[in-house]
């Protein structure tokens, strides 16, 4: 296995642990296998002449895997930012009961400090 070709799993198994699918690491790991193993995204015979255009073909098609590499990225980001909003309200935040609040706080500690 060529060594950008290696990097690229390793870097898709990595992002793959927190992939927001219901078997996880396992459905990235037969998927990235899968894709790396289909003839159709890389052509070597079409450059057998010219290693140079294997290379390059070769360079290209790790440049897509990098690609979906960061679309994965941004998928489990949504997942994080959309379980987070979820989980902590929308942001709205109420400025009088929130100030009054410090307010009464600030009043208690004169008081103990008296």
Same mark, same amino acid.
């Given at each position: 296995?060529?060594?950008?070709?290696?990097?690229?799993?390793?870097?898709?198994?990595? /992002? &793959? #642990?927190?992939?927001?699918?219901? =078997?996880?690491?396992?459905? $990235?790991?037969?998927?990235? @296998?899968?894709?790396?193993?289909?003839?159709?995204?890389?052509?070597?015979?079409?450059?057998?002449?010219?290693?140079?255009?294997?290379?390059?073909?070769?360079?290209?098609? /790790? &440049? #897509?895997?990098?690609?979906?590499? =960061?679309?994965?990225?941004? $998928?489990?980001?949504?997942? @994080?930012?959309?379980?987070?909003?979820?989980?902590?309200?929308?942001?709205?935040?109420?400025?009088?009961?929130?100030?009054?609040?410090?307010?009464?706080?600030?009043?208690?500690?004169?008081?103990?400090?008296?």
């Amino acid at each position: 296995m060529h060594p950008l070709v290696r990097d690229l799993y390793k870097r898709a198994i990595m /992002v &793959g #642990r927190d992939y927001p699918h219901p =078997r996880g690491i396992e459905f $990235v790991r037969d998927a990235w @296998k899968k894709a790396l193993r289909d003839a159709q995204n890389y052509h070597p015979q079409a450059y057998s002449a010219d290693p140079r255009g294997a290379e390059k073909e070769l360079r290209k098609a /790790v &440049g #897509r895997g990098r690609y979906a590499i =960061r679309e994965m990225i941004g $998928v489990i980001q949504l997942k @994080k930012y959309r379980t987070m909003r979820r989980r902590y309200g929308a942001g709205q935040l109420d400025v009088d009961g929130e100030s009054k609040r410090i307010l009464d706080a600030c009043r208690d500690l004169i008081h103990e400090g008296n």
